[in-house]
């Protein structure tokens, strides 16, 4: 008589665990949610159904991000936006959520999440006015190839890159439906086209 394979349930421990054996691994949506909720202090991302951490940032990559979040505050109605920090998940798919290094979420939208279920984790289907990632070497390949594209397939209004190292700014801003324009700036100046009266002076976030 064939005998039924014993199955043998997942638990956010054993995950844990078993990435630390084996690294990336391919994780169902409920399971990485639950891990997420149970390990917080962990940036666990999933990429296209593959258990990812977020890996550790370099000085240059928290310096860049500390000043470009201050500037954000600075300039952002409070009662209307809320700047988050490696904090916050996007969702594109049951395959696909990440965790910004910046973004600027709505606070009608942050409001409604908390009416439905504030306990429940933070996460936003709904394409954000700007995320933005700065390169470190520990990301760099990763972000341009894994996170920037997923961003523009969520239809994420702006899309920042910065490159603290060689004082680069790509931006991607979205013009119509899937169509994004593609800007470099090596200095001065920017305006966040979706975020109207919003400016970033890049010489102060290079330092």
Do not use: C
């Amino acid at each position: 008589m064939a005998q039924r394979a014993q199955v043998v349930e997942q638990t956010p421990q054993s995950v844990r665990e078993r990435y630390d054996r084996e690294g990336p691994i391919f994780l169902d949506e409920d399971l990485y949610v639950l891990l997420a909720l149970d390990d917080p202090n962990t940036k666990w991302e999933l990429h296209d159904g593959v258990l990812w951490e977020k890996p550790g940032m370099s000085y240059a990559h928290v310096n860049s991000v500390a000043r470009l979040v201050r500037r954000l505050i600075q300039q952002l109605d409070e009662d209307r936006y809320v700047v988050l920090s490696n904090d916050g998940r996007v969702r594109r798919s049951a395959r696909n959520y990440l965790i910004p290094d910046v973004s600027v979420v709505p606070t009608s939208v942050l409001n409604r999440h908390l009416h439905e279920d504030s306990l429940q984790l933070g996460v936003f289907n709904e394409p954000l006015p700007f995320v933005a990632e700065a390169w470190s070497p520990s990301t760099g390949t990763y972000d341009v190839n894994t996170k920037i594209p997923e961003y523009k397939r969520r239809g994420d209004l702006e899309i920042w890159r910065l490159h603290p190292y060689e004082r680069t700014l790509t931006v991607w801003r979205r013009i119509s439906d899937g169509v994004y324009d593609e800007t470099i700036y090596h200095g001065g100046i920017v305006q966040i086209s979706s975020l109207p009266g919003v400016t970033i002076n890049l010489d102060e976030l290079f330092v």
